[in-house]
């Protein structure tokens, strides 16, 4: 067997690993949610309104973490096992990116929403901190729709 098989199924075997591991940490953020929940709507509980809130806020956060994690496991899965969608290096390249950055701004907005709405009952005088969150959510989606605009211009151009 030579180096070049072996070294394909070790990294096959990584990638393997990497995506039951981030299906994994899904599963489990997905339950330490649902258990949350069940603590913060449950009447028998004696929290106040203001900590129900905040429960339901963890528990948003635990979940788009948990979509994260099953979106880049799933974007393995498809990159590396998948191989029925051949695309040169630039475009496979292109995807891989653009559904790596959906994932990351979308969880970056998210995230700021829950922050800016925690603060807001803890310490608004931090709210700045969140806003820098959504602030840089935003700077992702405008360099990656420049990314987009320059790409389809060096591929216009070159055709």
Do not use: N
């Not at 360099?143 to 320059?150: E, H, L, P, R, T």
């Amino acid at each position: 067997m030579s180096v070049t098989k072996i070294s394909e199924r070790l990294f096959a075997m990584g990638f393997a690993v990497i995506v039951i591991l981030f299906g994994g940490c899904a599963l489990a953020l997905i339950t330490f949610s649902g258990l949350e929940l069940w603590r913060a709507v449950q009447p028998g509980e004696m929290l106040t309104l203001t900590k129900r809130f905040d429960v339901i806020l963890d528990c948003i956060a635990m979940l788009t973490i948990a979509m994260a994690s099953m979106e880049l496991a799933q974007t393995i899965v498809e990159e590396e096992f998948e191989h029925a969608t051949r695309l040169g290096a630039a475009a496979r390249s292109r995807r891989v990116l653009a559904r790596f950055l959906v994932v990351v701004i979308v969880s970056l907005a998210i995230e700021s929403l829950v922050a800016i709405f925690k603060l807001l009952h803890d310490d608004p005088s931090k709210i700045s901190h969140a806003a820098y969150i959504a602030f840089a959510a935003a700077a992702l989606l405008v360099a990656w729709g420049f990314f987009i605009k320059m790409t389809q211009r060096g591929r216009t151009q070159s055709d």
